[in-house]
């Protein structure tokens, strides 16, 4: 079946521009994650959502980053007046959370450059 | 803070041996853990996950070894292949939360 898309798959990005990473979770999976994972480093959380809530935001680096999943499904990242130190690759998960089980599914990652 | 660790940073072997992966954590508290392989370009994609009532757990030429006592575990793949050339994550998964990765193992398998 269909996995986790992200799109764009790349994006540059003139310092101080705005930015919008999409992300369509599997179908029926309620969590749906947010990570930031720079370059030879491990994916670190940036936020959390159970169906359209926000539930754990304390991973958003400043208050540029912002996240939405307005109907429970697509969710949007968007950095605003983006900085050199936010290029990175910005990963989407998500998960059924069944059993107890923090199962996550991970999509292809947007690589973004900021120049 | 960061309490998941990779002992590691990279490892070579030859096509056909076995390959073991190590992961420290430093959370006892921690119940769930998954292990996860990423190739060059693409997100990370599950391998196999363990809870912590448990000391072993086989999948398809993967075993994973849990120790509490020592806070460690470990990643074995069998017969290791071409294919397996990636980097591997261990990350802490306690449910309901984010996952917290280490930095990551390259795994080199040269033929």
């Known amino acids: 079946g269909a996995g986790v898309s992200q799109s764009p798959r790349y994006k540059v990005a003139k310092r101080g521009q705005d930015v919008a990473l999409r992300c369509d979770p599997i179908?029926?999976?309620?969590?749906l994650f947010w990570y930031q994972q720079a370059l030879g480093q491990g994916p670190e959380f940036l936020t959390y959502?159970?169906?359209?809530?926000?539930?754990?935001k304390s991973g958003l680096p400043s208050d540029r980053f912002f996240a939405e999943r307005p109907e429970g499904s697509v969710s949007t990242l968007k950095i605003q007046r983006t900085q050199q130190e936010d290029s990175a690759v910005y990963l989407c998960?998500?998960?059924?959370?069944?059993?107890?089980?923090?199962?996550?599914?991970f999509g292809p990652g947007t690589r973004l450059t900021v120049t | 803070g960061e309490n998941v660790g990779l002992h590691l940073p990279t490892l070579s072997v030859q096509e056909g041996d076995n390959s073991i992966i190590n992961c420290a954590y430093s959370n006892s508290a921690s119940d769930y853990f998954i292990w996860y392989k990423q190739e060059s370009g693409k997100g990370p994609q599950f391998i196999i996950d363990i809870r912590s009532n448990m000391d072993k757990r086989q999948g398809q030429r993967v075993t994973v070894l849990l120790n509490k006592t020592v806070k460690h575990l470990s990643l074995q793949i069998a017969a290791t292949q071409p294919g397996d050339s990636a980097v591997y994550f261990c990350a802490d998964g306690q449910a309901g939360t984010a996952l917290i990765f280490g930095k990551g193992t390259t795994l080199s398998v040269s033929s």
């Open positions: 179908s029926g999976h309620v969590s």
């Open positions: 998960a998500s998960s059924l959370m069944r059993q107890g089980k923090n199962e996550q599914y």
């Open positions: 959502f159970q169906n359209e809530a926000q539930l754990d």
